[in-house]
């Protein structure tokens, strides 16, 4: 088998950085050779048998074989790449000293909102960069004031009445931005920013009103969209993006590979993928299994191979489709805050203590669906119709009670929530119980378990 492996970077300028980057590459292709990936991968696209590749060879690289070429990186990302982001928010302030009577028509409520839009466009150059940039637009910065004590700018009334002191206004921003603009560090400057004005005396353009003092700034919640096309990202994302970081090559043929709506760019591009275009798909974990534990496992969709068919939207649905006979240890996976349960109680015969045990349907196995029951009652008539304690030794239906079981591998006694248990466990009230009756010979030792509170003295030594 020959491989040729041709490299394009977003980082790398020179001959050393790409010769690292081959060695990587290589290093990487090794493993998946003799780990058995590739014979794994060709079997999923063949749906064939065939030879155990990592037995017929080994990938070794021909140090000789680079060859560094004169031609431009294709994936390589220009200037132009910032073609921007709009951040809009909203929020009010106060302002004081306000000669009211002077202010009393339409025109003199609008010159007021023009000087407070002013006092934060000032404030809020320093955050935007230069105002008179054309970035994406005629203008990177616009604020707005909405309405005057309570008045929308749209409504005002001659005469106009306020009177109070100090005042409030509504303001909304909209600012145009680089696209690699962080969002908390923009609302961080953006709040130190109006936090400097707050107080000061503004000068106006009224001469019947020549100042204000403006007050304290309360910002809503800051929301950003890009104004970039889609385009297919297939190293980071391995999906549709809009985050203005698309190659050049992109850029110089836009009909094929750029796009107005992630549902068009999906559609030329991925339309095997269903979860193309999904919201924020690297933090969206999706569930699989893993038949080496007999439990299910998550990561991100972004880490899917194209042949890993098996994922499921939650672990529940992951645990009962692949391992029904074993849903305690499935739905118990560390890390995975365990399956759901559905608030419906079963109940099953315990054998071994003639009483009937409650069990939340979603963790009754398919073996023991035979046997599960409604009620208590039932259970008992039916399974221990002769005996005279089953129901009242029965469990409760407390399914997130926290009950005693032993562990003879280690001659101590855990606890487990009473839902988690089978229907062949044996389960204790106490820690004291659990140690007598299990582990009369080490009875100090079960009781000095971490994390159990210890068994209760009698007080007599």
Same mark, same amino acid.
């Given at each position: ?180 603009? =962080? ?85 030329? =591009? ?137 562990? =003879? ?53």
């Amino acid at each position: 088998i020959d491989v040729q492996v041709r490299l394009y970077s977003y980082d790398c300028t020179n001959f050393e950085c790409f010769d690292d980057l081959l060695m990587e590459t290589m290093a990487d292709l090794s493993i998946a050779v003799v780990s058995g990936s590739l014979t794994a991968a060709i079997f999923e696209w063949s749906r064939e048998r065939v030879p155990p590749v990592e037995q017929l060879w080994l990938a070794e690289v021909d140090p000789t074989s680079f060859v560094q070429t004169d031609s431009a990186n294709p994936y390589a990302v220009t200037e132009s790449s910032s073609v921007g982001m709009v951040l809009t928010t909203s929020g009010s302030l106060e302002f004081s000293e306000v000669d009211w009577a002077e202010i009393t028509t339409e025109e003199d409520a609008e010159s007021l909102a023009s000087d407070i839009e002013s006092a934060i466009h000032s404030a809020l150059t320093v955050v935007s960069g230069d105002s008179s940039s054309e970035l994406v637009g005629d203008e990177t910065l616009t604020v707005t004031v909405t309405s005057i004590c309570g008045v929308s700018m749209d409504d005002i009334q001659e005469p106009f009445q306020c009177n109070h002191d100090p005042a409030s206004a509504e303001y909304k921003i909209t600012m145009y931005l680089p696209h690699n603009s =962080h969002t908390p560090a923009v609302t961080f400057a953006m709040e130190e920013a109006l936090d400097e004005i707050a107080g000061m005396q503004q000068m106006t353009s009224m001469s019947n009103a020549p100042t204000i003092r403006i007050g304290s700034f309360q910002m809503g919640d800051i929301s950003m969209s890009s104004l970039a096309p889609y385009y297919p990202d297939w190293m980071n994302s391995k999906s549709c993006a809009n985050d203005g970081l698309q190659p050049q090559y992109m850029r110089d043929n836009p009909s094929g590979y750029l796009y107005d709506s992630v549902e068009a760019c999906c559609k030329s =591009h991925f339309l095997w993928d269903l979860n193309c275009g999904v919201p924020q798909l690297a933090s969206i974990l999706q569930y699989f299994p893993d038949h080496s534990a007999s439990q299910c496992d998550s990561k991100p969709m972004t880490e899917f191979k194209e042949f890993e068919n098996e994922r499921f939207d939650t672990l529940d649905e992951c645990c009962l489709a692949k391992f029904p006979n074993d849903l305690v240890n499935c739905c118990g996976a560390d890390g995975l805050g365990g399956c759901i349960e559905s608030g419906v109680v079963k109940y099953l015969p315990d054998w071994l203590g003639e009483k009937c045990v409650s069990k939340d349907a979603n963790y009754v196995l398919p073996w023991e669906e035979s046997w599960a029951q409604d009620s208590v009652t039932v259970c008992c008539d039916r399974f221990f119709k002769y005996g005279t304690n089953c129901v009242t030794s029965s469990t409760s239906t407390d399914l997130s009670a926290l009950k005693f079981y032993p562990d =003879h591998s280690t001659s101590e006694c855990g606890q487990k929530a009473l839902g988690e248990f089978e229907t062949w466990e044996s389960r204790f009230e106490s820690l004291d119980d659990c140690c007598r009756n299990t582990f009369p010979n080490s009875l100090s030792e079960c009781c000095d378990v971490a994390g159990l509170g210890g068994c209760v003295l009698s007080g007599d030594i």
